[in-house]
């Protein structure tokens, strides 16, 4: 079922020209027909799917409704699926229904979707405050909607974004990329806003390894906050050791990590960088565990 769900899924989101074509070259009888029969069947991921090209009819939008609020998840995931490709406003209220009850990951990432287009900034709240039941998939989906249809907005919902992981990371540095003023605007009151920082460590943790450093002002808020400062620093190093000039803020950032006790064992994780070996940097930063990073990294 997997396997079968994924497939309806990728096919909604391709483009459909040929079997738009032939809807089109239909008489109004054969359509019917076809819309009749469509009707007629179990509703199903496939059943729900084969709606689409008919789903501005208020028929095929009342079983869309039934098909968004069905006990099975995927179901409900290509129902809304189909929503999200045709926008129909009408879908709006089941989706948001749908969306408070949700408990299946895969489901959510449809629901999110459809509802941050459909409904726009007035679900904002409504997706935040329940983003935190699902794994990564549905927050980086989520973000990454908002920021095709109004970027903008993105960086005042950075404090709701609690669950880190690689696809939210990754659509933060796409979006940091796109737009640097205003990422570092929003980032600048991560010393004071402590629910930031999920967000802001799954952002520089996923900045490519070896590529050059998204813009100071963007990683001086990082620096400045204790929760986000180890990752940003071990980043510093990373570039440093890939052979890039940093920025002397970096440079002066990095100096720092000399005389601070507690990142000693991020001074000797700089030196083995530096010999060309960037091992996983340790989950607990104590002194001892650069130890346990590598047990050959040391020898000669």
């Known amino acids: 079922m997997p396997r079968l769900?994924?497939?309806?899924?990728?096919?909604?989101?391709?483009?459909?020209?040929?079997?738009?074509a032939q809807t089109k070259a239909k008489t109004p009888a054969e359509v019917e027909r076809e819309v009749q029969e469509a009707l007629a069947r179990p509703v199903s991921p496939g059943s729900v799917a084969l709606l689409?090209?008919?789903?501005?009819?208020?028929?095929?939008?009342?079983r869309l409704i039934q098909a968004i609020d069905d006990p099975r998840p995927e179901v409900r995931a290509v129902a809304a699926r189909v929503a999200f490709?045709?926008?129909?406003?009408?879908?709006?209220?089941?989706?948001?229904?749908?969306?408070?009850?949700?408990?299946?990951?895969?489901?959510?990432?449809?629901?999110?979707?459809?509802?941050?287009?459909?409904?726009?900034?007035?679900?904002?709240?409504?997706?935040?405050?329940r983003l935190g039941?699902?794994?990564?998939?549905?927050?980086?989906?989520?973000?990454?909607?908002?920021?095709?249809?109004?970027?903008g907005d993105v960086w005042g919902l950075l404090a709701h974004v609690h669950f880190g992981g690689d696809a939210v990371g990754q659509a933060l540095v796409d979006l940091v990329r796109t737009q640097p003023d205003a990422a570092a605007a929003a980032f600048a009151?991560?010393?004071?806003?402590?629910?930031?920082?999920p967000a802001y460590r799954a952002f520089v943790e996923a900045v490519p390894p070896g590529q050059p450093l998204p813009p100071w002002p963007?990683?001086?808020?990082?620096?400045?906050?204790?929760?986000?400062?180890?990752?940003?620093?071990?980043?510093?190093?990373?570039?440093e050791a890939a052979g890039h000039t940093l920025p002397a803020d970096a440079s002066a950032a990095l100096q720092a990590i000399d005389q601070a006790p507690e990142f000693a064992w991020l001074a000797l994780y700089r030196e083995l960088a530096g010999r060309g070996r960037t091992p996983t940097a340790p989950t607990h930063p104590q002194?001892?565990?650069?130890?346990?990073?590598?047990?050959?990294?040391?020898k000669r």
């Open 5 to 20: 769900l994924a497939a309806l899924l990728l096919a909604l989101a391709l483009p459909l020209p040929h079997a738009f």
């Open 52 to 62: 689409l090209p008919h789903a501005a009819r208020p028929d095929v939008v009342q």
């Open 85 to 129: 490709t045709t926008r129909h406003a009408a879908l709006a209220a089941a989706l948001a229904s749908a969306w408070e009850k949700e408990t299946d990951d895969a489901a959510a990432v449809e629901l999110a979707r459809a509802l941050a287009l459909i409904q726009g900034a007035a679900s904002d709240a409504r997706i935040a405050n």
């Open 133 to 151: 039941r699902f794994d990564s998939r549905t927050t980086a989906t989520w973000l990454a909607t908002v920021s095709r249809t109004r970027p």
């Open 189 to 197: 009151p991560l010393p004071q806003t402590p629910s930031m920082a």
């Open 218 to 239: 963007v990683l001086a808020p990082g620096v400045a906050t204790g929760a986000t400062r180890s990752a940003v620093l071990q980043l510093l190093v990373k570039t």
């Open 287 to 298: 002194l001892d565990t650069i130890l346990r990073i590598d047990g050959l990294a040391l």
